[in-house]
């Protein structure tokens, strides 16, 4: 492995993964972090190239970054986990949890898609013509270069056919906001292609973990416990 990851830790227990978005890093979860560690040994990652985590010199796509996930899991010991990942952190996690179904315990997708053709038109049209204009000055353009691998992400990963979902072991949560970025019937597709797969829908835009928090935490924290012998607690 060509890079350390920088991430957060917070709690003991059983762990508990969590992988951000495009361009953003591990503070995104500022209000998971307290509320899991009651239950899980949370660690929040940065991803290859966001944050405090170097880019490195390994390939920027979804992939890798799955691959760079098993090299830090074993890293620290971490034989099997629970994986929640949000956006580009879910299309990460169910890549993931495709090619190391032995490696998840359950497995959270927020708000990911398996495709460009997931992405509502009017969000999807920009990030493509930000990304042919951030190609053309990438090789003059440290800052261009960036952005072009950034963007890319959205517009060349992580092209995973539905069918392959039926692969998937763990069990799994989907979840999505009613005005989320990813079309409701993309996200609908995620989860009836994901065996015995649960659905939850949470008022708000593609960001509900980070705006809508309690409700987020809430169906999350229902979906990992159950079958435990542990209570949670929803008091904001």
Do not use: C, W
């Not at 890293?75 to 190391?100: C, K, P, Q, T, Y």
């Not at 049209?125 to 959205?154: H, Q, T």
């Amino acid at each position: 492995m060509d890079i350390r990851h920088y991430y957060i830790e917070q709690g003991t227990g059983f762990p508990l993964i969590l992988l951000h978005g495009n361009g953003e890093d591990s503070s995104y979860f500022e209000h998971q972090m307290e509320p899991f560690s009651q239950y899980f040994r949370v660690v929040a990652i940065d991803t290859r190239g966001h944050g405090q985590t170097p880019r490195g010199t390994m390939p920027f796509t979804i992939r890798q970054f799955a691959d760079d996930l098993l090299a830090f899991m074993d890293e620290h010991a971490i034989d099997r986990a629970h994986i929640l990942g949000f956006s580009d952190g879910g299309n990460i996690a169910m890549v993931f949890a495709l090619a190391h179904p032995e490696r998840v315990k359950r497995l959270i997708l927020d708000g990911a898609n398996l495709d460009a053709s997931g992405v509502k038109r009017r969000i999807q049209v920009p990030i493509e013509i930000g990304y042919r204009v951030a190609r053309l000055f990438a090789r003059m353009s440290p800052n261009a270069k960036k952005n072009a691998e950034m963007l890319g992400l959205m517009v060349n990963d992580p092209n995973v056919n539905a069918e392959e979902l039926s692969r998937i072991q763990s069990p799994t949560l989907v979840v999505a906001g009613d005005k989320d970025m990813i079309k409701d019937k993309h996200t609908r597709l995620i989860a009836k292609s994901i065996p015995r797969a649960e659905l939850s829908v949470i008022p708000g835009n593609h960001f509900v973990a980070n705006q809508k928090p309690e409700a987020f935490n809430e169906v999350v924290l229902r979906f990992l416990l159950r079958g435990t012998e542990a209570t949670p607690s929803f008091n904001p």
